[in-house]
DNA sequence: CGCCGCCTTGACCACCATCAAGTGGAGTGG
DNA sequence: CCACTCCACTTGATGGTGGTCAAGGCGGCG
């Protein structure tokens, strides 16, 4: 099966114990740069500004799966762009349990929070090898005091961010467990798809069900049984790391998903609709 | 019983049919001024700043309860700040059901994301007779190029904004029931009280139990049946729209709350923890 | 007085957490 | 090569949390 189109969200090839080991500088600019695939939604920047993020996120590193960017707790220092791999916002509660409020994908800045507040009130850890810039806080200060078109750009992620957020809230409060899992596979199909990471719907998630439960404010069990329910369907299979979505019109309905909240770009948005599915074996 | 110390969100005696009408001029800068109680929290404002904010914000009107500020899919135009009274963001989902994923009390502001995002994937509905205040974005944008203080004083709110949603997120993950509406009540009590809207452990919250439950994501009758079991184990009462508070220190506890997610300063904190509540009568 | 909004209470049972045990594959060491 | 371990996923059984339905109370207001 060679080329199924799905592409891997992490480099295990790479993933030694080192920490910040391999130093990479990417080649082209727009090509494979997911920070710029994702920053171009916001449909304001030009190409000198492509350039000059470009410039600014070809240095990054390797960081293994499992490990925290950010602690808890910690006053926040650089921002960090994620280039590959697989990252979350998580909080551990008193009683020992996990709670993660957002995933960061390829493309997604960790925190533009800079140093405006004086503490990071939680944490922000891989799930997954990853590739990540560190961006110092120097560059985001000149890019906000002379860049004003890339500067309402970040502004824009942060308020996607924000959007994104708001809809896990209403998926908790008011969906219930099965269509949350098919919610939030939608929003991930989505967003891997507007950096590259997702063709005929499929795309690699590689991380447990455990870290999903995490995700959904579910058990681990009940997280299993759903998915299982999900593939039975037909809706979705999953083999290995990788998710399929085989009937999206039918997923995006029983989830009551609509993107809008994505803020996407109207092209990405028309993207999506018609390239299709795998199949439309619905049933 | 005079004074008692907890003072009115809402201003009923004013709460005429007419949408936008009686307009009025605040007297004072700090004073009273919701606003600038909230934003001197982020630490970084000076006299000039102060000054800046009490002119900007010296015209606002009401608005009847249960009315849309900005309506879902309308482009954002103004921002609005919050002078009295009680509103949130919300979504009706395809079910009929809503989801609150925010309130927003005096002090707060309503859209900061401008013209940034091309329409608003929620709305915003006052839940009380409020006293909002209408900026243009002209005065934004002219903050944001001309005013740096006042422009970081606005980041920090939409931060921390963004922290009271990702606390709200656990909160449905991971507490239950009951433990969720108390960590509810916690949160209100600080943020009222940072803009001098309770005292000794009282505020008053003219909102209805079921929009209560659309906050927690719960049913009204468990709301309900929660609220009383609160009062039961001595942690809080009410009586009319008016919380009170007990044994503050309880109530964090069994809520498992830490106000460190809202970014205070050290001294409004400090205030928090040393002037108790109105009695440790603790069982 | 009667209506309406809101709170309250009870009965019932579904959804989902929890506990417990078992499977299967990947990696490791003998 | 085979035992062994470990991790992740599976499956079943059980019961509690909390949703839903339905009815009743109670104050405010036209």
Tied chains: 1, 2.
């Excluded at 004086?118 to 590739?131: E, K, N, Q």
């Excluded at 098919?182 to 719907?201: D, M, N, P, Q, Y």
């Excluded at 369907?233 to 399929?244: A, F, H, N, P, Y």
Aim: net charge negative; charged share 25%; proline share 4%.
């Amino acid at each position: 099966v060679p080329e199924v189109g799905a592409m891997r969200l992490d480099e295990p090839e790479h993933s030694a114990t080192e920490r910040r080991s391999i130093i990479m500088k990417s080649i082209g600019h727009s090509g494979g740069n997911p920070a710029i695939l994702k920053l171009n939604q916001a449909g304001t920047l030009e190409e000198r500004d492509l350039s000059k993020l470009s410039a600014i996120t070809c240095t990054s590193y390797l960081i293994d799966g499992k490990r925290d960017i950010i602690q808890q707790g910690e006053p926040p220092k650089d921002v960090h762009l994620m280039m590959s791999g697989l990252a979350c916002r998580y909080k551990m509660l008193p009683d020992g349990s996990r709670s993660i409020m957002a995933l960061l994908v390829p493309g997604d800045f960790c925190d533009l929070h800079v140093a405006i507040l004086g503490h990071m009130d939680h944490g922000i850890g891989t799930l997954a090898p990853s590739r990540v810039v560190d961006i110092p806080r120097e560059i985001i200060d000149d890019l906000t005091s002379n860049e004003p078109r890339i500067t309402r750009t970040l502004w824009w992620a942060t308020l996607v961010d924000e959007a994104i957020l708001r809809e896990w809230l209403v998926s908790m409060g008011r969906r219930r467990a099965m269509e949350r899992v098919a919610h939030l596979l939608c929003e991930l199909e989505v967003r891997l798809k507007t950096v590259h990471l997702s063709e005929g719907g499929s795309f690699e998630l590689p991380i447990n069900q455990e870290t999903l439960a995490d995700m959904l404010g579910m058990s681990l069990v009940h997280v299993n049984r759903m998915l299982q329910k999900l593939s039975k369907d037909r809706l979705i299979s999953i083999s290995g790391k990788t998710v399929t979505i085989h009937d999206r019109a039918a997923l995006w309905d029983f989830a009551g998903f609509d993107p809008g909240y994505l803020h996407l770009s109207r092209h990405s948005l028309a993207a999506l609709v018609d390239v299709g599915c795998v199949a439309e074996a619905s049933a």
